[in-house]
């Protein structure tokens, strides 16, 4: 089994995945409309209460992978970040036909993460 990806260890890249959950978290929650604009969301005041949600959710995603203490809890984030990450890329892939760039630019992110996610939970500690 590996050891190390991207040429770092399990837990620096758990710890940098964790990060990039609270950025996007943060930007979800504070500023939506920047998230929004990265995304080619328009905005409004209904996309603006979705991005503040989804960004809550990549806090708590981020306050778990920070606070897993044992090898199983490292998995076990992973593992269902994954998961989200691949629900998410999925609902991504089925809205293209009507949001078009909005939705593929969502997608692709997601499964970046997915992959990343996936990747990560493999590599020996």
Sequence with gaps: MAKTALGMRKRTLVQSMGGSAALFGVAGVFAPQALGTAYGVPPSPYTTQLLRLFG??????????????????????????????????????????????????????????????????????
């Design 56 to 125: 809550s959710r990549m806090l708590a995603l981020a306050a778990w992978t920070f606070t897993a203490r044992t090898k199983e809890e490292t998995d076990r984030v992973l593992g269902v970040a994954a998961a989200m990450n691949l629900v998410d890329m999925l609902i991504g892939l089925a809205a293209a036909r009507t949001t078009g760039t909005t939705a593929v630019r969502a997608a692709t992110t997601s499964a970046i993460f997915a992959a990343l996610g996936l990747a990560v939970r493999s590599l020996e500690d």
